[in-house]
């Protein structure tokens, strides 16, 4: 009896310090995020501006550790926005939108399990960026790169992803990549003088969820509270005088029921060889435990984020937008042009100059001089005369066109880039050409961001389905002659995560100049036989770099076509059935798989982790 009572001690006692370290460890990380907030908040405060400068809100400015509205002095005082940053961050998008290199995948060495292994991670990166839709990801990510300067992508694993299989009454999901873009209000680094992810310790991603959210995906019931968010608000009025309009603005606004989820990822050292992840949602611990991702270099355990930057600034981890050199300019801008239509608001109505008592000025204030209206002045009184405001000076126009020079030579984006006019008397087609490379100059820097993000998300991608992959997958690809491909693989199956690109400069290639590239090479015989004739496999690809998707998929279907053999009854040809039965083999395969990583208790044992695809991810015990 005595023995049993001393064990019921020992477990409270165990109770008890658990609890009292994880309150612990949860203050040490709000007071851990609260300082990082506070060193955070000068760029956050930028990222404001450029944000209210990009949607129309352009009287505002920073001013001690919030920003504040410009209001007018006077009522006749005009409050326009002329705005030129919005069509340089669009050109920009434009130009940028092109950046999409096809990744393929460099072989361990030239022995031919190798080379086939590279091949087959190629197909991996292909299937998996159409699956994702991986582009349209990448342009999400450009907007805000663009208009704060930094953006992070968060590569995960999400296991309520994937094909679904039932066995025993049961629904499994075999997991599958989830990648999201991570806005950089979200993300908060160690130090903000770090060049790179690399150099940094640790790094935090806090959000606001519902406790609804917090619920389902973590299982924890925490209390929902009022959070401050960022939020796109239409309430800032503007306008001249008699008109108002209003523009939207970025602001802080108030969410009700919220709770602050804050994840702390710690790197590896040589006393925590596994890293640690930590993630307190309101004032709840939900987990603590090794970093779940095999993502770095070697299998090492990294960070799940990619950066990607607009533009690279020495000495700080936080990129540059180009709409932060532009914002003077604008403030100049709309100054001068505001100004210039004051002067002509007073011209065209005038300035009335009166003897003093000689009308009843009740009468005419307001409505002023309308036309019609019969003016009575007292008997004997000088008459009432127009002040003469003279003309527009021409300093504002000399002013104006001066500004609007100058926003093409800060931002990179020329006039010919921008409106696609081309300057007077330029008719030549290698002059056009090198004014075409000369303005893609500008981007490189930004493009090569774009590239090298592109490349590290792939590796993220490969890295991930070895880790987590361990039972057979199906997936299907577009195969080199358009037809579609059904393969599939595991994580053994992958030897290399060497990501590389085949194109080099995607800025300069536009639909023209690939079809003029394609035809010179058709004139130069580079793509037919020695008989002259183009290979079915060929013409597919030509149709495919001259943009007519539609026609070689058709090309590739009469081409599948001829090669079947007739069949009586209308039946397929033998390798469609091969092709269906080695499909129904592999997903048997992954049945059985799955049904004995079951059995054995979720893979052969594993712990939960969380991942910010609003799951768990689930880790192999080391």
Known sequence: MKKKGNEKIGKEREKSIAERFAE???????????????????????????????????????????????????????KQVFNHIAPVYETRLAKLSRVRPKMTVRPFTDEDKDVNSAKLAKKILESCSEKLSVNGIIDKGTMWSEACGTVFYKIVWDKEKGVKIKSDDKVYTCGDVSVSVVPPFEIYPDSSVCADLDECKSIIHAKAYSSAEVKEIWGADVKGEELKVFSLDGGVSMGGRSYNKTAPGVTEQVKKDAVLVIERYTRPTKQNPDGELTVVAGDVLVYSGPLPYRNGTDGERDFPFVRQVSILWAGCFWGVSMIERLVPLQRAYNAVKCRKHEFLNRISMGVLAVEDGSIDTDLVDGEWLTPGKVLVYRQGANLPRLLSSGSVPDDFNLEE????????????????????????????????????????????????????????????????????????????????????????????????????????????????????????????????????????????????????????????????????????????????????????????FCNQRTGRADRQGNGGGGVKTHSAAQGYAFRPAA
């Not at 709000?30 to 990009?54: I, T």
């Not at 774009?450 to 690809?477: D, M, W």
């Open 24 to 78: 612990e460890l949860v203050e040490e990380i709000k007071e851990d995020f609260k300082e990082r907030q506070q060193a955070r908040r000068p760029y956050e405060l930028s990222w404001q501006l450029n944000m209210n400068f990009l949607a129309g809100n352009q009287y505002c400015s920073v001013a001690g550790d919030s920003l504040v509205e410009d209001e007018k002095t006077f009522e006749w005082q005009e």
């Open 401 to 588: 066109q001066r500004l609007l020079a100058e926003f093409l030579q800060v931002s990179g984006v020329s006039e010919f880039m921008r409106n696609s006019k081309t300057q007077t008397g330029l008719t030549s087609g290698v002059a056009l050409q090198l004014l075409i490379e000369q303005d893609d100059t500008r981007l490189a820097v930004s493009a090569e961001q774009i590239r090298g993000a592109i490349k590290t998300v792939g590796q993220h991608i490969l890295r991930l389905y070895k880790q987590f992959a361990t039972a057979a997958r199906l997936e299907k690809v577009v195969g080199d002659n358009g037809s579609i491909e059904v393969f599939y693989f595991s994580g053994s199956d992958i030897s290399s995560d060497d990501v590389v690109f085949e194109t080099e400069n995607d800025l300069n290639e536009t639909p023209a100049s690939r079809k003029s590239m394609v035809m010179d090479l058709l004139n130069a015989g580079l793509l037919s036989d020695e008989t002259g004739r183009v290979s079915p496999t060929n013409k597919v690809k030509i149709l495919e770099m001259m943009g007519n998707r539609a026609e070689s998929q058709s090309a590739a279907r009469e081409k599948s076509r001829a090669r079947k053999p007739a069949h009586d009854g209308g039946r397929r040809a033998p390798r469609y059935r091969q092709s269906r039965d080695s499909h129904r083999r592999a997903r048997a």
